[in-house]
């Protein structure tokens, strides 16, 4: 059963940003717009002050266009960035670091080369 549904809240990221609104990817295959209107329900005179490019937040869908799986979203009549903490993990050097990329490297070059000449 897809989550992408008139009414459903879900959650997308923030991939764009004009003066009418807000662009957010929801998942692989929707994407959607928050016009400036329905970001909230006082006078908005900078659409940065409520969401940044790359921002994780949750969205209410208006409206869904199958075909072109694009969606009309709004932000104004939910709590957008309620529990939206992304938790990371710390990243752990190897002790080999790039000598593997450099001991591979020929290797595949040799493959793909090999595979080019059949």
């Not at 072109?68 to 080999?96: D, F, M, W």
């Amino acid at each position: 059963m897809s989550k992408i549904k008139r009414g459903r809240i879900v959650r997308g990221s923030v991939t764009g940003i004009e003066p009418y609104g807000v662009f957010v990817s929801c998942d692989d295959y929707y994407t959607g717009l928050i016009h400036i209107s329905e970001i909230s329900h006082g006078f908005v005179k900078n659409i940065t002050d409520f969401v940044k490019i790359g921002d994780l937040i949750y969205v209410e869908i208006l409206d869904v266009d199958e075909e072109l799986g694009h969606l009309k979203l709004s932000i104004k009549n939910i709590k957008y960035k309620n529990n939206v903490a992304i938790r990371r993990k710390k990243i752990k050097e190897t002790p080999l670091g790039f000598k593997t990329l450099e001991y591979k490297l020929p290797i595949w070059i040799d493959d793909s080369l090999k595979k080019i000449e059949k």
